[in-house]
């Protein structure tokens, strides 16, 4: 069965720097598109980042741009997220979600497998 387990989460102040990993298991998700999620309390979870099964398509929300890159080692079955600047509003349970075959890693992709999610919490 497909799995997909974020760690790296963690508080962190202001302007300061986290890298998620989401570790995939039980599906050549090496073809598959990538992309990472969040959701904050009392809002709906949104599109942060996505990434095509080459790697070579990454997506972003406006409000990461320039902040957070997403990159995938297909190797090692694992996608990244490193977030730098990171601000009191990035603060969120982080998913990691699987799209489709051969897919590009749009925001508007259909993603059908999740993680658990991992906290991130930026103080002020």
């Known amino acids: 069965q497909a799995q997909l387990v974020e760690s790296g989460g963690g508080l962190v102040q202001a302007g300061g720097s986290l890298r998620l990993s989401c570790a995939a298991a039980?599906?050549?998700?090496?073809?598959?598109?990538m992309a990472w999620f969040r959701q904050a309390p009392g809002k709906e979870r949104e599109f942060v980042a996505g990434?095509?099964?080459?790697?070579?398509?990454?997506w972003y929300a406006d409000s990461v741009k320039g902040r957070f890159t997403i990159s995938r080692a297909n190797a090692k079955n694992t996608v990244y997220l490193q977030m730098n600047m990171l601000k009191p509003e990035d603060t969120a349970v982080y998913y990691c979600?699987?799209?489709?075959?051969?897919?590009?890693?749009?925001?508007?992709?259909?993603?059908?497998?999740w993680g658990q999610g991992t906290q991130v919490t930026v103080a002020s």
């Open positions: 979600a699987s799209g489709p075959l051969y897919g590009s890693g749009r925001p508007s992709d259909r993603y059908d497998y």
């Open positions: 990434i095509s099964w080459t790697g070579t398509s990454t």
């Open positions: 039980g599906r050549t998700f090496s073809t598959y598109a």
